[in-house]
């Protein structure tokens, strides 16, 4: 594979174009101030794709050439198409990396992916978060300390109806008295996947230097390894097996029927 | 909660009643003789539900009312309706407990649960499998030595794409040359999750009596602790949290984004 | 096994004895107050055992007759004999459970079963704690609510160096700014081991109510499901092996050093 | 960190000097022919220690020097000082990486990182084994195809006595009916362990390129992220804590305890 890591950043789009408060932090969408923080970073390649576009800027020929799809989406989840939904998963599963951002947990693909319901608590009264390491040795967490605060912030409380992470990497404390799982990892297929709280659009958290250093650092984490698509092949068996006359005659059952 | 376990057997009952091989072994369906197996153990009380019945047997009432789902099928996982699906999962995540037997690996229900392909490797040469009991401690267990073994049955083989069990109870092993991880155990939402490889239809393997004790046993494992609706409430703050005068102007913002 | 939970209570019971205020609040020690906690439930049958006893109260029939053991020390791990925490680990990878409290994160028998060093962050400013509940569904939960309180106690924060539980079941939010993993369930050998952070020896804790029905709690869970013993033995083949000859002739050896 | 990975590669080194048949095939000791296999890779270098060397060649000065540690023993388990061991863990816990070969199984290193028995079942019969892949994406199975076979070896049977693994990346397939756990990973306070079950003394699997390529893979996978002590600070707060008049009076604490 290349050594260049591709990533495409996913926006729906939508709140910067209809919310003034929003528009005047993003006014070229938060996909684009992504975007642009992942591309200062040397090895990184990176287009964006937006809800609104033909099949949601994913196509096959998109996501083949995609090794992280990062997602932002909040109001229109809805309007996500099943089938691309669908197509992105397999890619995922075939070893394309996924970082879920903010909102995005009740997204279709991070629910399809987890399995669960993915719900949470929440308030928007623009309170202070401190992020906790707890995994300073992993690579999502390189160049972080053991902490670090965004003033200003929506508020995502537990319990975060997911499945055990793998690896748990950061823990909110928030000012309003909640705790929160985030920063998770797992591994789906061939595929990992990281879920990070951060990024109410509200607020300019995009532009947060420690934010924008763990997306970089996690995209790196879940560059594929390998990309691989999944079968379900009837094998010839290694060792020999002696053929076998198997009679399940009536009697045989019957008599473990009367048992029952 | 009721003291009794309340069991709801699910069968496709396709194969029965097309193949004479099938039928010969299982005249009255797969899930009459599961059905029967879990019924003649004190404190379970089973009902039984097939695809053909109108919303699969299994409506709203049918799964309020059932603590553990027991699910065989194999040739029409396609037309098991995408609405029940999604009706029986919100019950998982909010407790029911669910048993995945078999060719169930592939059923829409458990892809859904899992997030993966659930895909394997397999072959039908009536050969000899031994399951080795990984957690002599665990409930599951209780009463399995420390391997059974089934004559003749179909062979599934790793890599089996699943996420990492929380707990991994049976390993098989294979008379033609494989491995499996054959019984698994998972958390989802407030619900269990229990896949239990054996049980392909060419063979009387429900009526094993180690089989049967195993899903009697995960039967039990699975049943619900709590029973309850998964919800993404505005909540208040706990602590008092000082009004906030949040002001990104665009001079702040602008300056950000000439860094990137 | 007895239906009867028999747990032992074990106490270091120096603080106690030597500091005012702690005596003020146990005057007869804190494993009274936690065994009378334990005592008030049907079906669990308690007894203590502490530090200056004779074996440290834990001698091997104590050990053979409980079920759970509860362990809080603090300024005293090092006078722990190595024998009697070799004998313990024993017994808890036989079966046994083991509820660790507070302080006893520092523990030769905390930090022999998890394999690591167990450190955190700490303050003693008698600052508030709120501990949040992940699981509601668990059976350690059962009884409390979304969250509950402590009033006062002293703080441990992040990063705790421990193995990633199986299960996380409470995460406490600080007063003072810190987040913990304060209720961390993990399995080894055939024993469960649950750490639970309140316990703070100048404060009433194990007074509160929520403290007590969750010690509680996970006694009843911790109670051994089996108790057998761990052997390595030496075991015949159950298929069929032909004999084999084998031959590592310097030449077939010295081939492959060649290519070294 | 440096960008060579400096191994070393610890052999205990007893079985070569006295039994002809180990003497034939490892004439050097095994831990030469790890040694070499790994040093034949660029990017990492190598060094060796045994255990009749002064502090069994791991003093603390080449501690500090190796990124990861490879370990094989298995008549001399008893004979590692417990203070040698003391300090590895140390080490391991603040980064390095650990690989346990084979018997190290039951080495005082990987029981005291596990604090499991680490117990299994054995057979010596030359027989054949199969490892599987279950991991294709995962770095250390890189250049390993689905399975591979070593001809001749002696068996390991579950039940083995661990952890559940972070991953589990090899299962074992045994011509006499087992299977085994055979490739596990964890990770411990700041380091990385690896399990690899291949590696019995009289057989020349060490020269088995697999073998090596896995051995090789693993020294990649298990280089330290950080190298960083543990430690338990007193903190100060973050947040500000009002000054708090706590008293826990006589009677508030006889009220609770009138409730027992």
Known sequence: MSDKIRVTV???YRHELKNEAVKKIYPDGMHTVIANGLARNAGIEVRTAIL????????????????????WGHTAHGEVQDE?????RKHILEGMGLIVLHSGHFSKIFRSMMGTNCS??????????????LEPGHPITEGIGEYFEIPNTEMYGERF???????LIFVSWFEGGEVFRSGCCWERGHGRIFYFRPGHETYPIFYNEQVMKIITNAVRWAKPRIRQPH????????????????DFGKAGVQQDVKGA
Chains 1, 2, 3, 4 share one sequence.
Do not use: F, S, Y
Not at 84 to 88: A, D, K, L, P, S
Not at 120 to 133: C, P, Q, S, T, Y
């Open 120 to 133: 949470l608590k929440w308030r928007e009264v623009a309170e202070k978060e401190r992020l906790w390491n």
């Open 231 to 246: 079968t379900c092949p009837c094998v010839k068996a290694i060792e020999t097996i002696p053929p076998k006359e198997v």
């Open 161 to 167: 109806d997911i499945p055990t992470p793998d690896k």
């Open 84 to 88: 691309i939904v669908e197509r992105v």
């Open 10 to 12: 996913w926006g729906e």
């Open 52 to 71: 609104d576009e033909p099949e949601h800027g994913l196509t096959e020929e998109v996501l083949a050439e995609t090794d992280v799809l990062t997602w």
